[in-house]
């Protein structure tokens, strides 16, 4: 657990650097007018927005991959924390503080997992009112056919499929284009949000580094230096 916790802890800067790649990557610089006109222009057919879909699913799991750094990183500084002393407690104090950092980090985090699910069930809700789903009846026809003395029925069944289509009204077309966009923008705050956490877990580590491994000074858990992530 101590590797895996400088590992994650020693990657955080790294890792902000990757998100702010994929930022740049699926972010082109545009006013949310415009994306708004592009995904009306796309209409209303049922089908999931596939720039939204692939943002979203980019979200979820970015911030399951930072879950489990600062689940790392908290556990390294639970196993640096030394025993319960009488005095000499500022550098467990500065302990105490990161480690409410991260988790304090972590469980905003956590929220962005429900990214897509959320998303799609209002979104479902809205094109519910304006998407005819094809509906299927079956007929059923007896035939009665006589050999001879004999007198047999059969039965044909057909089936037939239906839809009423009516164009969607104007509001549900602008409603659910800007239900995407906002989706899209929110996607781009959180992975913004995400880099900012990797980049604050990644100072607030550093600068405090030498409390944080060794808090009492007294060179306990030496055989795990700090420093050495750097």
């Given at each position: 657990m101590l590797?895996?916790?400088?590992a994650a802890i020693?990657?955080?800067a790294?890792?902000?650097?990757?998100v702010?790649?994929?930022?740049?990557?699926?972010?082109p610089?545009?006013?949310?007018?415009?994306?708004q006109?592009a995904?009306e222009?796309?209409?209303?057919?049922?089908?999931?927005?596939?720039?939204?879909?692939?943002?979203?699913a980019?979200?979820r799991?970015q911030a399951?991959a930072?879950?489990?750094?600062?689940?790392?990183?908290?556990?390294?500084?639970?196993?640096?924390?030394?025993?319960v002393?009488?005095g000499?407690n500022?550098?467990v104090?500065?302990?105490a503080?990161?480690?409410?950092?991260l988790v304090k980090?972590?469980?905003e985090?956590?929220?962005?997992?429900?990214t897509v699910?959320?998303y799609?069930?209002?979104?479902?809700a809205?094109?519910?009112?304006?998407?005819?789903t094809?509906?299927k009846?079956?007929?059923e026809?007896?035939?009665v056919?006589?050999d001879?003395?004999?007198?047999?029925?059969k039965?044909?069944?057909?089936?037939?499929t239906?839809?009423s289509?009516s164009?969607?009204l104007?509001?549900y077309?602008?409603?659910?284009?800007a239900?995407?966009?906002?989706e899209?923008h929110s996607?781009?705050c959180?992975l913004v949000?995400?880099r900012n956490?990797?980049?604050?877990?990644?100072?607030i580590?550093?600068?405090?580094?030498?409390?944080?491994a060794?808090?009492r000074?007294d060179n306990e858990?030496?055989?795990?230096?700090?420093?050495s992530?750097?």
């Amino acid at each position: 657990m101590l590797r895996s916790g400088e590992a994650a802890i020693g990657n955080l800067a790294v890792r902000a650097g990757e998100v702010q790649a994929l930022i740049t990557a699926n972010f082109p610089a545009k006013s949310l007018a415009d994306v708004q006109t592009a995904f009306e222009g796309a209409g209303v057919s049922g089908a999931p927005n596939a720039e939204v879909l692939k943002v979203g699913a980019l979200v979820r799991e970015q911030a399951a991959a930072a879950i489990e750094d600062f689940k790392a990183a908290e556990m390294w500084l639970f196993i640096k924390t030394p025993e319960v002393s009488d005095g000499n407690n500022f550098g467990v104090e500065v302990q105490a503080y990161v480690l409410g950092e991260l988790v304090k980090a972590r469980t905003e985090i956590t929220g962005m997992i429900d990214t897509v699910h959320a998303y799609h069930l209002l979104r479902g809700a809205t094109l519910e009112k304006i998407v005819k789903t094809p509906s299927k009846s079956t007929d059923e026809e007896t035939k009665v056919e006589k050999d001879g003395d004999k007198t047999t029925n059969k039965s044909t069944k057909t089936s037939k499929t239906s839809a009423s289509e009516s164009a969607p009204l104007a509001d549900y077309v602008k409603y659910t284009a800007a239900l995407d966009t906002k989706e899209y923008h929110s996607c781009y705050c959180k992975l913004v949000d995400l880099r900012n956490a990797y980049v604050k877990a990644s100072l607030i580590m550093g600068k405090n580094a030498k409390r944080l491994a060794d808090p009492r000074g007294d060179n306990e858990g030496q055989s795990a230096n700090y420093s050495s992530m750097y």
